[in-house]
């Protein structure tokens, strides 16, 4: 008989922060504080939500040592902040995501006062230069505000004027439960014109240069008792005083050279059968040679000349987009698919840089994520709603259901396990 019954398997996806490696201070920066590495990679998406595989290349710093703004911290509810930053040379900008616990939310439509409802503090200096003071030159030491509507929206603020063209890359906060998550980015101001942001400097950033950047994650209640958790000495400092910031430096992990952190990442599965291939392009990359097959000897035997059984295509750089779909249209559900692309330079020796060959599996079609979870315990009777989400190309789902794994793994529509047609919505 036919195999119908949908085995139920719950992916659950946690990101667990660990402490970021200490380097040594930039000898012009911020001396008072720790170091720690912003992290060359591709553009994370921003929504407010830690998506898997997103932000691997990070490293995360963890924040468990509260700061009160007053003497006595009330309220005292946040705790677990994990706080990662990274960049990307394509954009020039820095990206950042916050995460922690919350469990009295006190959240607004819009900042009613900086220190009246639960929001995040952003501090960030791309000048390299020594300290500046915020109350005095608000020229270069930005200072931001973020905070989540309440409704699933954000907010943010620059301190005298409307921020939203200070983050081209976007901003979002997410409220699930206690767990509040921020993410934004931002422009690297090595000066900033307030009245005409068109006058103003950005910075372009590359490895090996420091910024200023830090942050306070705050719970404020309506009597102005707040209570934050930062990285740096003294929070309550720093909202007049940019000496407190951490400087973090911007480093390459990777080969600069070579085609690096691939979209999606390497040994993904359940990837949609119309995904864009993407990846980060070596720095002198002229050209992109890109190799796509089902068999990884292939894939990495393959040649510009010599490429049997492989699709391959070369891209310029000035193309509108580095990407690549699969030569025969739409994948093949269920099947692993290898890709390689070798990065070409027309001036820079040794003008060809071999890439890594990526591998990936296309979504099977089935059924997946089940409620309750596959082999659940201890379930009332009564209050047990079984619910899935579809497979991709299904337009409705047959259930069946019993109490003898075999019986169920073996019915078909004409056996008493089988519980009728759902259509899928």
Known sequence: MCRKWFLFVIAAWLVIGSKAVAYEASPNEWPDQNDYRIVRALPPTIDGVISPGEWDAAEWIVIDEPKPYTLVPT????????????????????????????????????????????????????????????????????????????????????????????????????????????????TPYASLDMANVANSTIRTLKAGDYVGLDLNFASCDDDKNSNQ????????????????????????TLDPNRASVPDPLSLSVLV????????????YADDHDIFFGEDYNDVLDATVSLHPNVFYVRQD??????????????LVLGKKYYWRVDEISATV???????????????????????????????????ILLSWTKGLKSVSSDVYFGDDYDAVNDAGTSDPEFKGNRLTD
């Open 75 to 186: 309220p005292n509810d946040i705790s677990d902040i994990h706080w990662a930053n990274m960049w990307s040379p394509v954009t020039n900008l820095i990206y950042c995501v916050v995460y922690g616990t919350d469990t009295d939310h006190n959240l607004k439509t819009n900042m009613v006062d900086w220190n009246t409802q639960d929001d995040l503090e952003i501090f960030v200096d791309a000048n390299e230069n020594n300290a500046l003071s915020y109350e005095n030159d608000f020229s270069i030491a930005q200072h931001y505000f973020l905070g989540s509507n309440g409704m699933g929206g954000a907010w943010i603020t620059l301190l005298g004027q409307n921020a939203t063209e200070h983050t081209p890359g976007g901003y979002a906060a997410t409220v699930v439960g206690d767990v509040i998550t921020y993410e934004f980015a931002l």
């Open 229 to 252: 958790m930062a990285e740096h000495s003294w929070p309550y400092q720093m909202w007049k005083n940019a000496t407190h910031m951490l400087d973090l430096e911007l480093v390459n």
């Open 272 to 283: 949609s059968p119309n995904k864009t291939l993407w990846w980060m392009p070596g720095d």
């Open 317 to 330: 750089s000035n193309s509108i987009d580095r990407t690549v779909y699969n030569a025969a249209g739409e």
């Open 349 to 383: 020796y040794p003008y060809e840089w071999t890439g890594n060959v990526w591998e990936f599996t296309v979504d099977s079609g089935q059924a997946k994520y089940p409620e309750p979870v596959d082999k659940a315990k201890d379930l009332v009777w009564g209050d």
